[in-house]
Each structure stands twice: as C-alpha cells, then as structure tokens.
C-alpha cells in the first residue's frame, strides 16, 4: 500500500468510525456491531475500499495486544492468583470439551482429522476484545460472571499456544525453521528475565522517565513496553497478547499504573475499533446466499455446544443457572485467534479456502448474534419477573397524604424526608429487582405500576393530597399524569423532569410544579463557585434566586412553541439579553 493510499484508508477509517457508531447509538446497536457494520460497508462484501482486509487486520490485532495489557494493569498477582479456580477449572474445562465435540462434529460432515481438529481449536476459542467491551457495556465485568469469564478468557489465550504448534505439527511440510520457536529451556530463561525485569527493572526505568517531567516520552516509554513485552513472547513462539498481559500485570501494583493507562487508553480504543472493523471486512456475505443452511448449521452448533458447555461448568462452580446462562451466551462466539489459526491451516494447505472463509463468516457472525442473544435474555428475565410476581397488595395509611410514583434516587430522598418528619406516604416502583434492593435497605416501597388505575387507587391517591411522580420513563410519566388528571383531578401534582424538553410536556398536560433532575444541584454548584471566587454569601444566594426565577419564566414562555426550533432559539436570545440585564442591575444595586 503506497503512502497516498495509506492516508486514504486512514480517513476513510477514521469517517467510518465517526459516522456510523454514533449512528448505530442511536438505533440501540453497541459500538462493537456499529464497527464490524463499518468493516462490512468498506471491505470486499462491500463497496470495496479495502481490498487486502487480512493485511488491516494484522496490524489492528495490536489493539487487543494494548486491551490486554491494560487488563494486566488493573490486576495484581494476587488478583490473578484468586482467578486460578476460573483460569485452571472453568478455562480448561470449556476448551478441552468444546475442542473435542466440535471436532467430532466436524468430522461427521466427512471433514478430515487433521482440518476438523483445526476447526475444533479454533472454534472453542472466544474473542477476549469482543467479550470484554460486551461485559464491560452491561457492566458485568465486575460481577463473579464476570470475573469467571476473565478467567475462561486468559485459559483460552494460554491455549493457543499449544493450539499453533500443533497446527504447524499438521501441516510439517509448511514449518519453516526460520520461523520456528526456540528452544524449551531459551524460553524459561527468558520468562524468567521478563519477570525480573518486570518486578525490579521497570519501576525504575518508569521513575527516571516521568521525572524528566516530558509528557510525550512517557507515552512513548508506555508504547515501548506493550511493544517490547508483546515482541519478545512472539519471538518465544508465545501469544504476543499474553505478554502484553503479564507485563501489565507486574506493573500492577506500581505508583504509575494509572498514568500508564491514562496513555495506552485512546490508542487502545482506535485500534479495538479498527480490528472489529477489519473483522468486519474478512466477512463475505455472499457466502450467506450460496450456502445458507451450512452456515446456520455451523453458527448455531457452536453457539450452541460452546454456550451449554459454560452453561454446564458455569452451575458446577457455584452460579445461579441466570448467571450460568449468562456466562454462556457471552463466550459464545468466535474469536479473534480463531482468525489466525483457520488462516494458518489455509497457508499450509490443511484446509481449503472456501471452508476457511465460511468458518470466518460463521465467527464473525457470532460476534453480530451475542450481543442480541444477551439483551433477548436479559429482556427475557424482567419479562418472567414482571409476569410471574403479581403486585404487591397495598395497605395505605388511613391518612396517607402522599403518593410517590417511582422511587428512585429523588423519590427515596423525598421519602425519607417524609418519614423523618412523621408524615404517611405510600411508594410505588414497578422494577421488582430495585424493589428489592430497597427493601433489603429498609425502605418502605411497593411494587406496582402506577401507570395503572387500579394501582393508584390501592395506593390510596383518592384521598392523598399530594403525588410525586419520579418516574425514569418519561412516557410513563405523561401516562400518569393523564390518569391521574382524569380520575383524581383534586390532587397536587409534583413532577421530575428529566431534561428541558420533557418540562415542556409535562407543564401542556397542567403540570403546575415540574423540577429537572439536575437544576437544583447545578443551582447549589453555582452558588458555590460564586463564593469560591470571593462573592458574598448572601449576594451569591441572589444571583441563583435570579437565575431560578428566570428560568421558570423561560420555560414557561417556550411551552407553546415546544415545538417551533426557531421560536425557542429567538426566546433563548431574548433571555439571554433579559438575564445578562438583571445581573447588571443586581451588580449596581450592590454597588459593585
């Protein structure tokens, strides 16, 4: 690729990614799928920008070597001690059997030992890149699944090292003896060195560097050591990744660790980016046309065997089959090393590369299903919740006199304030899980849908004074507002907003009282920054009141053009003007 070209590429990589992720945001599609879409639009399936997506992808593989190494960063060896029961137990369970049954699989499709042994090792393999990003967007990388599909994910990258050498075993006539790795005992003596250096060498180097007081060259010696430890496990026959891995595990418990991360991070996220998008490219959808029953038979089986196996092993150690079930379906899919194996066994003539394609297509639709897998099960779960435990039968206070819809962070906060002041409220919230939770906490709440008539009318609104409602749902609020104006039209209605827009709604349904979530906090902020900079108390509590008061006269001015962009950018100018003039004239009336 000559330089002109190298740049092109660059951008056209760089617009796809600012494109077409925010769009997929928007759509509910994750970054990871927005990414492997972008490779799919630029490469061959495509309109072709990219011809050559094998060559993309070995140079972006340097993403997961830099995700790696910053996962080593926020593990310490007694971290990494504690997961021996995932890595040993968990890990080689799952590789072990998934590699045996779907290389028996295989071979009942009249595939050969040696390619179907291939296929069984590269398949039971999982993407670390793709899990991880997954985990860490449904924040379950904290959890115990979470942290036991680490583990299954470190077995997994220490097995495809055994998994290369024997693919080159397969195939002897393809070694070539320049490439091979060194000797056994080379190879402890130099794991050995890594260590060392990497316990008492590095810390050292690291002070001399960041007391230089260079930003940049620390960066550059953060780049050095993921390269430089990546590089050298490679020239052991090693996974590069693995290396990566274990230097930022010796520098986990180093007073740099932080501002190594800190540096390593925005070229960790460009390049994950880039390698789901040149796994984007490697898909050739048309395959989907030519031979659509064989690749769905292929995808569901290893989905499949892969997602019971953990299934299986996952309820053995310990977890809640929900959990189990879940530590399936996010290791289900197929990784980024099975990429470099199947490629591997396609150089040295072990497979063809219509099967070696096909198989490709398979992980990379893997990768597309998971996320969708996991959402289906975890929309599945608040269904089953929601549908088997009917609401809770409500005794209301005799003089119950207000009612909170929703009881999240403001509803709990009201609620507690009620009840320190002795007055009766009754609570509604119509997630059963964070009902729980409360509950666990002491706090008094119901679970129910206050959306619903017969709910509120359990709650006792006909005879409450007062209802706030604090719902997340800005449709449910409205929902409720409309009830409650329609069959308890006495009642006090104080409502939360969200944001500007959904005050605007609320206040056409004659919602009298409306407060957005975060203006009463920024009013405090801002009181507090006008002190800070040497304001008097008393003047600075003036100038938020003069603020607040303008405020409400804004949205209240804005409600009937809600809907009209132009007339609010004229309003917004006009009170612009109209606040800078009532500061102005606070400042002379205090003679400042």
């Known amino acids: 690729m000559d330089q002109d070209g190298l740049f092109i590429s660059i951008l056209l990589f760089l617009l796809a990614a600012v494109v077409i992720v925010p769009l997929g945001k928007r759509v509910g599609i ?3 799928l927005s990414y492997l879409a972008a490779g799919v639009l630029l490469g061959p399936g495509g309109v072709a920008i990219v011809s050559e997506p094998t060559e993309v992808l070995h140079f972006a593989e340097f993403g997961v070597v830099l ?36 290389t028996l699989l295989a071979m009942q499709f009249d595939v050969a030992l040696a390619p179907a042994v291939v296929i069984g090792a590269a398949l039971s393999l999982s993407s670390t890149a793709f899990s991880v990003q997954l985990m860490t967007e449904r924040r379950l990388l904290a959890t115990p699944v979470g942290r036991d599909a680490f583990g299954v994910l470190l077995m997994q990258d220490l097995a495809v ?63 050095l050591l993921v390269m430089g430890s990546a590089s050298l496990m490679a020239w052991l026959g090693l996974s590069a990744g693995m290396g990566a891995f274990l230097a930022g595990v010796m520098l986990a418990n180093s007073s740099y660790r932080h501002q190594l991360e800190t540096d390593i991070e925005p070229f960790k996220g460009l390049l994950l980016g880039l390698f789901f998008m040149a796994v984007g490219m490697t898909m050739d959808l048309s395959l989907i046309f030519k031979q659509p029953l064989l690749l769905l038979g292929v995808l569901v089986s290893m989905l499949v065997i892969k997602a019971l196996i953990l299934t299986i092993v996952g309820k053995l150690h310990k977890h809640s089959w929900r959990a189990a079930i879940t530590l399936g379906i996010v290791l289900a899919e197929g990784g980024e090393f099975a990429f470099v194996l199947l490629s591997q066994a396609q150089l040295s003539g072990l497979m063809p590369a219509e099967l070696s394609q096909a198989l490709v297509l398979v992980i990379g639709l893997s990768m597309v299903l998971t996320p969708f897998l996991l959402k289906l099960l975890r929309t599945e779960k608040r269904k ?11 005794k209301p206070p005799s003089d119950c006199e207000v009612v909170i819809a929703g009881f999240g962070r403001m509803g709990q906060i009201t609620g507690r304030i009620l009840a320190s002041s002795e007055i009766p409220f009754v609570a509604l919230d119509k997630d059963a899980e964070h009902v729980d939770v409360v509950r666990q906490f002491g706090g008094e709440v119901y679970y129910g849908d206050a959306k619903r008539l017969d709910m509120l009318l359990s709650a006792g609104l006909n005879k409450a004074r007062v209802l706030l409602i604090a719902v997340d749902s800005v449709e449910d609020s409205l929902q409720i507002v409309g009830q409650v104006k329609a069959h308890f039209p006495q009642v006090n209605i104080i409502a939360r907003a969200r944001d500007r827009n959904h005050a605007y709604r609320l206040i056409a349904l004659g919602v009298t009282n409306v407060f957005r979530e975060t203006l009463g906090s920024a009013l405090n902020a801002s009181e507090q920054v006008l002190q800070a900079l040497g304001m008097p108390q008393l003047q600075a509590i003036e100038r938020v009141k003069i603020f607040a008061a303008h405020d409400k006269a804004q949205v209240d001015a804005s409600v009937q053009h809600r809907d009209d962009l132009k007339a609010l950018i004229r309003i917004s100018n006009q009170g612009r003007s109209e606040l800078a003039s009532l500061m102005q004239h606070d400042q002379d009336n205090k003679g400042l």
């Open 384 to 394: 089953s919740e929601d549908a088997n435990r009917p609401a809770d039968a409500i």
């Open 67 to 102: 995700m790696l190494f910053i996962m080593g960063l926020q593990l310490s060896p007694s971290k990494l001690w504690e997961l021996r029961s995932a890595i040993l137990g968990l890990g080689s369970a799952q590789v072990l059997v998934s590699w045996l049954l779907i």
């Open 161 to 223: 090292i055994p998994m290369l050498l024997l693919t080159t075993y397969l195939a002897p006539d393809m070694a070539d003896e320049s490439k091979q790795a060194v000797p056994w005992f080379l190879t402890l003596v130099a794991l050995a060195g890594f260590v060392v250096v990497g316990r008492y060498v590095l810390p050292k180097v690291l002070f001399l560097v960041a007391e230089s007081g260079v930003r940049e060259v620390v960066t550059a010696l953060s780049l």
């Open 30 to 32: 994750g970054p990871i």
